[in-house]
């Protein structure tokens, strides 16, 4: 479907549009220099999908025959300036779309939007061959991964759980934290050092269920994109990752709906039109019901028993949207993110009382603005909320025979991390051959690190501490340019500068980027890239597991900001039948200024007379590290057989001055080997199969290598048979460690198997899925611990420390039901 406008329309109206006068005066010199050109046109529009009307992004765009072509934006816009000529063909192609040529006359300037039809994936075989703009050879963009949501929903999944975050943890670079968690660990960087977005919003915390599930609902997700390197300009604050996520759009021709029904959880989504094919909705919600399945067997188990213990547990989220096309050069867009994990467990007795609780969420919302000011400027700006908080609480009390209470204990601890935002982004095409893109952004955090009271009858001096918020403010202006200066070559060249100011002190660091791809063949090329990342906002962690407990904390006058510096080199080959994209990449990435614990430390380690003294930064310390490896990923996104095979070679070391007495070590999550393999086989329209198999070296941990009893004051006197007096020392175990992290766990493998049975009924779709995780039970370590079996011969006191593997997840079916209408 083809919708063509006058160009008259779209003309700017002033210069009022620009926010910033640094950005008028940059576009004002760009502009200029593309004035020279004689003779050209500029075509431009948006591509939707059809039917829903949603903006599709990252679609091709080009003339058959010729050099030129351009990509949608994240908002489906392109624009291509290209020579005058009598007629041309413009072709539209995106994977899972049907490709649309229009026959165009190329003598005057041109909107032209279109509505590209999906196609049936057990069709695709008899579609004609993909075009070569579509091959990923052809791309500047290097290290990112982008994954069909249509096709993530079909990988097993924990449980019946379809996660974004564990279908991208069996990508190439891409590691997993421990069993059954859905940290990512990209390239040698920590959970922290990954910029997770949704919708322009960051989300600081991305778990439910102590990191066993993601906080995305993919039913609520229009795309996913990961990239590992060779960030372009445009992205900023963090080292390792940038993961960017936007939610659907809701659907404009008529109401539509989707939901499920799992061992877990259910969700349901709707979307539909406000006004019909002018403005729509989407909302998302899903919640877990696992307290109000447990509950009735923890009740019917503890019946009868004098001490009663009563668990609880819950998560929820919901993800809204809402849109409006205010006319032909504005839309306006509204969405947001509610979600939150709720634990808590009480115990009760006669002789005493317990409650304590665990409380996390997120919010975001977002409120952004398009315009195009004209055929060749597009703008998006938009408003950022977002915010993440966490609470502990305890309560116990001790009761005497009278019933009276003897002795008390209360502790309330807070922290969040609360933002609020705003950011402009410009996308202008001069040429065919270059696509500048512009923006500033500013950001002020609000860090709450730690809010604590401490109360009870047997605590001389009760500990009441609320920290000072520390407002701080983070700032970036970016300018980059993908320039074709040669058919065969792509540069995208881009220059960041990031700046961060706390109550005291202000940093301000240049971030540059290059990327460039130079195409040996017509399907092969070979890409290289460079990028400089600095983050100024820290997370501090002593289980490595991602959990709600991390700390959030912001740079300050005495923690700098992290800093990394990245190279990356590889090849990109396609092969046309079978549709399969190969990628070679090798990377070196350094790290300085990454934070760490003291040995000993965490965020709770206060204690009676220099608690209110304390601070996070009193107990941190500042190393550097090191990454590198080559990651080979075979892909297939559409057909009858889909799926990719992916493996990674790397290193990760880490030096701190005040860990492992400055000695070089490995952290928890280097691994040496990661490989994973991915297959999907449409048998037919009504059956799906579906099977994934990872294997990973196992973490690095540390260990103690002996175990004996310390010496105390206190000690026994006895008597061996021969009369002679023996002395036995009665103090504390003691745990001698060796070099940190120099055990290394037993090998990590696990195959998931999946079956979806399909059926097209009158008024829906249905979909039941029956699946197995961990297919041949597969005893993976989730931590190790030191068993001692103290024994006595005679008169020798002798024992006996095994080490014991404690796993997590044995073989586990699952099954659910999924509808859509």
């Not at 965490?602 to 990651?631: C, H, M, P, Q, R």
């Not at 049975?757 to 899925?769: G, P, S, Y």
Request: contains cysteine.
């Amino acid at each position: 479907m083809i919708h063509f406008t006058s160009s008259k329309d779209l003309l700017p109206k002033c210069w009022a549009y620009l926010p910033v006068r640094l950005l008028v005066t940059i576009f004002s010199i760009l502009y200029s220099l593309a004035a020279f050109a004689q003779e050209r046109v500029t075509v431009s529009g948006f591509v939707k999908e059809n039917g829903s009307q949603e903006q599709l992004p990252g679609v091709n765009v080009y003339i058959e025959g010729s050099p030129y072509g351009a990509v949608t934006n994240t908002y489906g816009f392109y624009s291509l300036t290209v020579p005058a000529s009598d007629s041309a063909m413009l072709s539209f192609s995106f994977v899972g779309y049907e490709k649309t040529d229009v026959r165009i006359a190329l003598n005057k300037d041109l909107v032209l939007s279109v509505f590209l039809p999906t196609i049936n994936q057990l069709e695709e075989v008899t579609v004609s061959a993909r075009r070569q703009e579509d091959y990923v050879s052809r791309s500047v963009q290097m290290s990112q991964i982008e994954i069909p949501i249509a096709q993530l929903k079909k990988v097993p999944a924990f449980f019946g759980e379809k996660d974004v975050l564990r279908v991208l943890q069996l990508m190439p670079g891409v590691q997993k934290g421990t069993e059954g968690q859905t940290g990512l660990y990209v390239r040698g960087g920590g959970p922290d050092q990954n910029l997770i977005i949704l919708d322009d919003a960051v989300v600081y915390n991305a778990n439910h269920l102590f990191g066993f599930f993601s906080i995305f609902n993919s039913d609520a997700l229009k795309s996913v994109e990961l990239t590992k390197g060779g960030f372009p300009a445009r992205y900023g604050g963090r080292l390792s990752s940038v993961l960017e996520m936007n939610m659907k759009e809701g659907s404009k021709d008529k109401l539509h709906g989707e939901g499920g029904i799992g061992l877990i959880s259910s969700r349901l989504t709707l979307e539909g039109p406000i006004s019909k094919g002018k403005s729509s909705f989407l909302i998302s919600g899903r919640r877990t019901y696992i307290d109000l399945l447990a509950s009735p067997f923890i009740k019917q188990q503890q019946k009868g028993d004098d001490n009663q213990v009563r668990p609880g547990y819950y998560f929820y989220d919901l993800n809204a949207k809402m849109n409006y096309d205010l006319g032909a050069k504005d839309k306006l867009y509204v969405s947001g993110y509610f979600g939150r994990d709720k634990f808590n467990v009480s115990e009760k007795s006669s002789d005493s009382e317990t409650q304590a609780g665990l409380d996390w969420g997120n919010t975001t919302v977002t409120m952004r603005w398009n315009h195009l000011i004209s055929q060749r400027l597009f703008v998006n700006t938009s408003l950022i909320f977002s915010n993440f908080n966490f609470g502990v609480s305890s309560y116990s009390k001790e009761i005497n025979g009278d019933g009276a209470t003897e002795d008390e204990f209360s502790l309330d601890y807070d922290s969040r991390i609360r933002d609020f935002g705003i950011k402009t982004d410009f996308d202008f095409y001069p040429s065919s051959k270059h696509a500048l893109k512009f923006g500033a952004q500013l950001t002020q955090h609000k860090f709450i690190p730690s809010a604590l009271a401490i109360e009870g009858s047997f605590i001389d001096n009760p500990i009441e501490r609320s920290a000072r918020p520390i407002n701080t403010l983070e700032a970036g202006a970016y300018i980059e340019d993908t320039w074709q200066p040669l058919e065969s070559l792509k540069i995208n060249g881009g220059f960041r500068v990031s700046a961060f100011q706390t109550p005291s002190k202000t940093y301000v660091r240049p971030e540059p980027r290059l990327s460039a791809a130079l195409r040996l063949a017509q399907d092969f090329s070979l890409k290289a890239s460079y990028a400089q990342m600095n983050q100024y906002v820290h997370l501090l962690s002593n289980t490595g597991l991602g959990l709600p407990t991390d700390l959030w904390v912001p740079t300050t006058d005495r923690v700098a900001p992290q800093q990394s510096k990245q190279v990356a080199m590889g090849l990109a080959k396609d092969l046309e039948r079978p549709a399969l994209t190969l990628t070679l990449e090798g990377y070196y990435k350094r790290m300085d200024h990454i934070l760490n614990y003291k040995e000993g430390s965490s965020f709770l380690s206060i204690n009676g007379e220099n608690a209110n003294e304390l601070t996070w930064e009193d107990n941190v310390t500042a190393g550097k590290g090191w990454s590198y490896g080559g990651e080979f990923l075979i892909q297939k996104k559409t057909g009858r057989l889909s799926g990719w095979i992916g493996y990674t070679l790397s290193w990760t070391y880490w030096k701190f001055p005040e860990l492992n007495f400055g000695k070089t070590f490995f952290p928890r999550y280097d691994r040496r080997h990661d490989l994973s393999v991915v297959g999907i086989f449409e048998v037919n329209k009504r059956i799906t199969l579906s099977s994934t198999w990872v294997y990973g070296t196992g973490n690095a941990l540390t260990l103690p290598v002996s175990t004996y009893q310390g010496v105390s004051d206190n000690f026994i006197t006895r008597f061996n048979p021969n009369g002679k007096p023996a002395v036995t020392w009665n103090g504390p175990m003691v745990s001698e460690y060796g070099q940190k992290n120099s055990f290394r766990a037993e090998p990590f493998h696990r195959m998931d198997f999946a079956v979806q049975f399909h059926k097209q009924k009158k008024r829906h779709d249905r979909t039941w899925e029956f699946g197995v995780y961990n297919v041949y039970n597969r005893r993976n370590p989730f931590f190790y611990d030191i068993d001692s079996d103290d024994t006595e011969n005679g008169s020798t006191g002798t024992g006996k420390s095994t080490l014991k593997r404690y796993s997590l997840f044995p073989v586990l079916p699952y099954f659910s039901y999924n509808f859509k209408f």
